[in-house]
């Protein structure tokens, strides 16, 4: 297939060294990795690991305390208007215009990014239609349930056929048609050539979509590689991504101990 | 349940409500770190955020609920002075008019944060009954304007005591002050169900857009006519003082059926002598009022008990015939959102009403006089812009939350002031134009100052722009204070406005020479914008 971006072999994201420090708190620490042209890179961790701020670092919504980056060659704190007009993104809680329409948000998205408009409405026509929204279309964000407003996030983060989507737990709220349509369009959009850093706390998620994964934990990349690649780092460990997730951040005895305890509490409870 | 029980549960749905606000806000206080923010200081800023707005609300509350005794404890201040044809009957209609007015209008202003069943969505999983749960919401509702009320209905009752020294006509005045409380109550909740109403509805049709323009065009000025309660009345009430208290004419019978003259009437009649038909036809009036507000509670309580529960609004659901969206550029892309944004919020819909207001201001202002004055060409155009003024602040806050999904977007700042500037700017247009009309109709002093509204267009854009730039420039420091006060942003804007006009009193008074004292207040605002402009570009 025809790659359409034609980045060659120069990594659409680069990371190295990255530190991020919250006051105490050190949300990251010495992150390194790279997403080449073609790649859906998982960001697995677990909650508070790290992953958001990652990808809001990226984004250039967050200064890094020290390391560098870059998006497409450039760095997000020296060009932060080009590096963002390269990116879709989705956030965690899809956060919108509440009071504006689907139309009337995508129209302002496309407005600030100076899209062509045949291309946008074909684009725009074809997602609404997959994503099922003609009824949703022209009623105001307030009142669409969490997966319908993940949906308008959605479209508005591919609207500008962006050479790098940043997805950040993108099947939130989604029914299994439309996580459906999500994967094979992060994987369509890899196959254009394009790059995407896909961030989720699901094994079964990134074992599905994701080309290469790293394991964030406490603010670090533990392991990153294939599936099979991971594996091979854990001895003994099963077949599936979350054992050899648990494995990897040594939280296997730690749910072990944990499962043991609760299911003690909670039947003591009964007995009485 | 008790009532002090739920009054005390009612607490956390109204902290709620607070914080709710305030999450709004919190995309206001991100303006100044655009594209970037310290994510620990905001956590951190968060907490003293929150107690912070929680403090400034209880101020805000005090300091309003001083400002609501204060007016309706002026009405009475004439019986004192001795006003001619000024009487209690006159001076108790009048306190309850002004008091209405003035609760209905800042329950509208708060309503909008608790037309949302997210702000008691924590309470609807405990479990309360429906009736207690209701009593909660509508308590958490009342708690925002609580020391209003109370503060009205204590200085109506005291006074009317003091001057009635009747234990009957204190009664009265403590029924008539609650049922005015409750009257203001359900008309905020019946105006911003109305607005809600038409906001929510889908569909995109031509039919549909005039209709909502319409419908914010009569909201802005229901608001406004609520406003006039506050003014109006003066006028009107002392005229009636006689009038209403004779039974001469059925014209005057009916006007002792109107709500509050018949609770002025029957106050009075405990006192002094009322011809009887008077007294029958205000004392029936008042007992159906009681009943009305009765109603206007239940009605109230219900409203609340569906809000809080989401069932308030019925959503309508157009299929859209098609998928089409029309890329403007983002200059017009952001203009077109902002007055999107802005026209479908109650508490902001309200400022795209100011134009009409200005002009109404402007026509009332040269009503009486046989020539088109300068002084009044002066006052009545900075009136207009200093309304345009509040309109920068009012697009700030409605960006709300969504400030942070624009962040993500390729846009700077600067791109963000422009649009906000500009249509700041359009809504003061009008009041130059309606000046203008006015002078075919009546004479100037001189033909010069016709330009002065005109010329002041340019100090409008520029205070606009440097109110916005005020307030980003305080966030990027991270003063919370920037988001939470707006008075010191205003008062640059007013300033920019005066000086223009100040250079022009100045120079007529140097030289009593209209032409060169517009030479040098285009000075002046022609070297405001250029500083404006400046600090834009820098931006």
Redesign the interface.
């Known amino acids: 297939m025809q790659r359409k971006f034609g980045f060659g072999s120069e990594p659409l994201i680069e990371i190295s060294a990255l530190t991020k420090q919250f006051g105490s708190v050190q949300a990251l620490s010495d992150v390194n990795l790279r997403v080449m042209p073609g790649e859906v890179y998982g960001l697995l961790g677990p909650n508070g690991a790290g992953k958001t701020t990652t990808i809001k670092t990226i984004l250039g919504l967050l200064e890094p305390t020290s390391g560098w980056i870059k998006v497409v060659g450039l760095d997000p704190a020296k060009n932060p208007i080009e590096v963002k007009s390269k990116i879709g993104y989705v956030a965690e809680n899809p956060i919108v215009y509440d009071s504006l329409s689907t139309r009337d948000f995508l129209e302002f998205v496309a407005s600030i990014r100076k899209t062509e408009k045949a291309s946008t409405n074909e684009l725009v026509a074809q997602l609404a239609s997959a994503f099922d929204m003609a009824q949703y279309f022209d009623s105001p964000i307030a009142t669409l349930s969490l997966g319908m407003k993940q949906k308008v996030a959605l479209i508005a983060s591919l609207i500008h056929q962006p050479a790098v989507l940043l997805l950040d737990e993108p099947l939130n709220g989604l029914d299994a048609k439309s996580s459906r349509i999500v994967k094979e369009l992060v994987g369509f959009h890899a196959e254009k050539g394009g790059a995407v850093l896909f961030s989720t706390h699901i094994m079964e998620v990134a074992q599905q979509v994701c080309t290469r994964i790293g394991i964030i934990y406490q603010g670090k990349v533990i392991a990153e590689g294939t599936l099979d690649e991971l594996r091979g780092k854990t001895e003994g460990s099963g077949g599936t991504l979350e054992e050899v997730f648990l494995k990897l951040t040594h939280e296997e005895s730690e749910v072990a101990d944990t499962m043991r305890m609760l299911r003690e509490a909670f039947f003591k409870n009964e007995a009485k | 349940m008790k009532l002090s029980e739920a009054w005390r549960l009612s607490k956390t749905c109204y902290r709620e409500m607070v914080y709710r606000s305030l999450a709004e806000e919190r995309g206001r206080m991100w303006w100044g770190a655009f594209?970037?923010?310290?994510?620990?200081?905001e956590?951190?800023d968060d907490l003293e955020l929150t107690n912070r707005a929680l403090r400034i609300a209880k101020f805000d509350k005090a300091v309003v609920a001083f400002f609501n005794v204060v007016v309706s404890l002026a009405p009475f201040a004439s019986l004192f002075l001795g006003s001619p044809g000024f009487g209690l009957t006159s001076a108790i209609s009048l306190s309850l008019a002004v008091t209405f007015g003035f609760t209905a209008l800042y329950a509208i202003q708060t309503l909008s944060s608790f037309m949302s069943p997210e702000s008691s969505a924590l309470m609807s999983t405990m479990p309360l009954n429906r009736d207690e749960f209701s009593l909660i919401t509508l308590f958490s509702f009342i708690r925002s304007f609580d020391y209003m009320v109370i503060g009205s209905i204590i200085s109506q009752v005291m006074l009317v005591a003091y001057l009635t020294a009747s234990p009957v006509a204190t009664l009265i005045m403590f029924a008539a002050s609650t049922v005015n409380a409750l009257f203001a109550v359900a008309v905020a909740l019946w105006f911003s169900r109305i607005f809600q109403r038409n906001?929510?509805r889908?569909?995109?049709s031509k039919a549909n857009t005039v209709l909502r323009l319409l419908f914010i065009l009569m909201w802005g000025l229901l608001l406004v006519a609520v406003g006039f309660l506050f003014s109006i009345p003066w006028y009107i009430v002392p005229n009636l003082q006689s009038t209403l208290l004779s039974a001469a004419h059925l014209w005057n019978s009916l006007l002792d059926l109107l709500y509050p003259f018949s609770t002025g009437i029957v106050i009075t009649a405990s006192v002094s002598n009322v011809t009887f038909t008077t007294l029958l036809v205000a004392s029936a009036a008042m007992v159906g009022y009681a009943f009305l507000a009765v109603f206007a509670g239940k009605w109230s309580l219900g409203m609340v008990r569906a809000v809080s529960q989401g069932v308030g609004v019925n959503?309508t659901?157009?299929?859209?015939k098609?998928?089409?969206?029309?890329?403007?550029?983002?200059l017009?892309?952001?203009v077109?959102?902002d007055l999107?944004?802005a026209s479908?919020?109650p508490a902001t819909a309200f400022f795209f009403a100011l134009p009409v207001l200005e002009t109404v201001i402007i026509i009332l202002l040269d009503s009486n006089m046989g020539t088109l004055r300068t002084a009044l060409v002066l006052s009545g155009t900075s009136l207009g812009a200093i309304f345009a003024l509040l309109l920068p602040l009012a697009l700030l806050s409605a960006e709300?939350?969504?400030l942070?999904?624009?962040?993500?977007?390729?846009?700077?700042s600067r791109r963000i002031v422009v649009p906000k500037a500009l249509v700041s700017t359009a809504t003061f247009v009008p009041v130059p134009i309606a000046l203008a009309t006015l002078s075919l109709f009546k004479p100037l002093t001189s033909p010069a100052s016709l330009f002065i509204p005109f010329l002041i267009v340019l100090p409008v854009a520029s205070a606009s722009i440097f109110e916005i730039k005020l307030f980003l420039r305080t966030a990027a420091k991270g003063k919370i204070a920037s988001v939470l006060n707006d008075a010191e942003k205003l008062t640059v804007g007013v300033v920019v406005i005066l000086i223009p006009e100040v250079a022009y009193a100045v120079g007529f008074l140097a030289t009593f020479n209209h032409a060169f004292s517009l030479l040098a207040m285009s000075a002046v605002a022609f070297a405001e914008f250029a500083v404006a402009f400046f600090v834009l570009r820098r931006s």
Request: charged share 25%; hydrophobic share 25%.
């Open positions: 594209g970037r923010n310290r994510q620990g200081k956590s951190q906001m929510l889908g569909g995109r959503i659901r157009v299929t859209a098609d998928f089409s969206v029309n890329p403007r550029g983002p017009l892309g952001y077109a959102k999107k944004v479908r919020n709300g939350k969504g942070e999904y624009t962040k993500t977007l390729p846009i700077s």
